[in-house]
């Protein structure tokens, strides 16, 4: 009895079987499946690498008066920007101003003696044609003059430095640029004269301003020899606020030494500041234009596949059929990736649905279009990964630029 039941239940699963076989059958293969294809998305591009780095002045001041004594007054409002030659310490003059008298006394009392001497000397010269002095006693009073033309040259320079010490007893911005916050009060008594001296205040100028980076010994031969075939390195800068490169400036000087610890080089960029906004110290990050305009095949970097250790995209035949090629990859243009080789302006690349093609199976392709979010930039920026990152002001490291 068991073993009947067990032939039927076989019979009743081959007949199930054989009926799924034949509805297979009669619904046949599978329908190709949908995709989005697109043609690749031709502009011409530039090739920029990025860094990071910051803002330092193009000069920088520290305030320090020329001649000790007692702060009297401040003449400017902290964070002012001063002109040069703006007045902005001033120190009690009394000391130097009496200095400054005594140095004219003591110059009137040598110009006296210097018309004393001169005098004997016209006299005894009379004499010696008579023959009533002798001429030891000439030369002597020659001397005299001599001497007394001496003490006049030294009362006179004794002048000028009392008169100097009162003139710096106005303290000037030496240059003109943002000036920072007094040091000092009124009523302290400040040393001056030296290296040493009290530092007033600081001033730093702002427009323009420098854009200091760190850059590699093999991006330094690059630009080393567009700059000898006349191409200036056009440079953009953007702040950690910013989502575009809007300031723009100019490669203007690199280093004279590769630091051999890290194969890096110091560069800098000169950039308009014209408004102030821009800080010594900040941070930001840059680009450096790394080659010539060049005519590019683009195509979104979701489209680009890995196939083990190849780079490939899939294109669609005239037939359907999807055909895997190889590709060179460059940098990413606005989430574009520029395709250096292995496909043609024709092909018709998946940009949609790439999950459910593969190679050598048939998809159902509906045309779409690759675009690009346009930037305030004259040509399309290519960004490679950056080249430069740092923790710190003067120690960025490089990483290679790469196409992948």
């Keep these: 009895m068991r073993g009947l039941k067990i032939l039927a239940v076989s019979v009743l699963l081959t007949g199930a079987l054989y009926g799924c076989s034949q509805r297979s059958e009669a619904q046949g293969p599978p329908p190709a499946a949908p995709v989005t294809v697109a043609v690749p998305l031709a502009e011409r591009v530039v090739d920029w690498d990025d860094f990071t780095g910051r803002f330092e002045a193009t000069s920088q001041v520290e305030v320090r008066a020329r ?55 016209t006299r005894s010269e009379g004499l010696l044609a008579s023959q009533a002095v002798s001429q030891s006693e000439v030369d002597t009073n020659r001397g005299a003059v001599e001497q007394a033309e001496a003490a006049v040259a030294s ?8 008169a100097l010490d009162l003139e710096f007893t106005r303290v000037v911005a030496p240059a003109s640029g943002r000036v920072s916050d007094r040091r000092v009060d009124p009523g302290n008594l400040v040393a001056g004269g030296s290296s040493q001296a009290d530092v007033l205040t600081t001033i730093v100028s702002s427009s323009p301003i420098y854009f200091v980076f760190e850059a590699s010994e093999a991006l330094l031969l690059k ?46 960029a000169i950039i308009p500041n014209a408004d102030g906004f821009l800080k010594p110290g900040m941070f930001a990050q840059g680009r450096v234009a790394g080659a010539g305009a060049y005519d590019a095949l683009l195509v979104p970097d979701s489209a680009v596949a890995t196939d083990q250790a190849r780079r490939v ?15 060179q990859l460059g940098p990413l243009v606005d989430g ?23 190679p050598g199976m048939k998809v159902q392709p509906t045309n779409g279009r690759i675009q690009r979010q346009a930037r305030p930039e004259q040509a399309p920026v290519t960004t490679a990964p950056p080249a430069a990152t740092g923790t710190s002001a003067g120690a960025l490291t490089q990483s290679t630029v790469s196409g992948d």
Excluded: W
């Excluded at 009362?155 to 009392?162: E, G, I, T």
């Design 155 to 162: 009362a006179q320079a004794n002048v000028r430095a009392r």
């Design 67 to 121: 001649v000790g004594g007692f702060v009297q007054a401040v003449h400017f409002r902290d964070g002012d920007f001063v002109r040069r030659g703006q007045l902005l310490f001033t120190l009690d003059p009394r000391p130097a101003q009496a200095q400054l008298a005594a140095a004219r006394a003591a110059l009137s009392q040598a110009e006296a003696q210097l018309a004393l001497a001169r005098t004997n000397l």
């Design 313 to 327: 995209v899939m294109v669609v035949n005239a037939d359907g059929t999807v055909t895997p090629t190889p590709v």
């Design 336 to 358: 574009l990736r520029v395709i250096r080789s292995g496909i043609r302006p024709t092909d018709r690349i998946i940009i949609d649905g790439l999950q459910r093609a593969m």
């Design 223 to 268: 630009y080393q020899r567009d700059a000898r075939a006349g191409r200036s390195a056009p440079v953009r800068v953007r702040l950690q606020d910013e989502a575009e490169f809007t300031r723009s400036g100019t490669l203007d000087f690199t280093d004279n030494a590769v630091d051999p610890a890290s194969g890096t080089i110091r560069a800098r």
